[in-house]
Every structure is written in structure tokens, then in C-alpha cells.
């Protein structure tokens, strides 16, 4: 009987275990990771007690796979959308971005849905600094 050991990620995973679908993407290890950093950065900036914990919001990405579809924008629920968070089912779908910078695509603002472990909507995100936290999440210099 063969023994398995895991030794770490898999290919695409990121230390905070989310994954990629192995479908054909442009989005690479390296993409997701800076994606995952960026938005764990941008949650800092923020005023929500739900992402006041680091470890906390990278253990919310454990289990989730990132779906890539081949535009920028597709149809979802019947509206034009960048990114889908699927917390039923362990699902982020983003649009690929043009620039093919993942970090600047929807993913990051998909992650934010995540790390709040799914709360509906975009209620209170103004107030708690959400929308900033995005934002600041795309600064490079940070």
C-alpha cells in the first residue's frame, strides 16, 4: 500500500488554502498569492471587527476555489458582474482581468466577501471601511 505524504500546498494553493481550478487560466500561483496578500493587506485598513484578525481571514480562505472565466465581466443571476462568491460551495468566480494583474481584477474584492465568512451583500461597507480597504489593497507601495 502506497504511503501519501502531503508536504505543503498544492500547485495552486496559497498558505491560506485557497486553491485555483486547474481549467486553463491566466491566473498562475504567483497571481493568486499576490491577490491573497493584497486583500489580507487591504483588510487592515478597515474598521470591520470581522477582518480585525489576520490568521482569522486567511483560515476563511481554507477550502475556497478560484473559478476563472475568460472576459473581464460575465452574466451572473442576471447581471453583469466582475466576481461571484459561492460560500455554499466553496466557490470564487472572477472575470479575467485585462490587464492580467489578478490583484487589481474582482478577486480581491471576492476575498473580502470571504474573510467576512460570507455576510450577504455590501451593507456597511462604506462605514467600515471596506471600500477603502479595497482600494488601499491596490496601492503597490503598501
Known sequence: MPLLIACGPAAHQTPCGIDVDGSPSSLTS?????????????ATFTTDPALADPAANCKAMEGFTVYTRPTPTFIDEGE?????????????IVGTPESGEWRLSGLVHELFHVMQRCAPGHANWERDGIFFGIGKSEDPSI
Open 30 to 42: 504567483e497571481g493568486l498569492q499576490s491577490a491573497v496578500r493584497a486583500a489580507l493587506r487591504g
Open 80 to 92: 453583469e458582474v466582475f466576481g461571484a462568491t459561492r460560500c455554499w460551495r466553496f466557490e470564487v
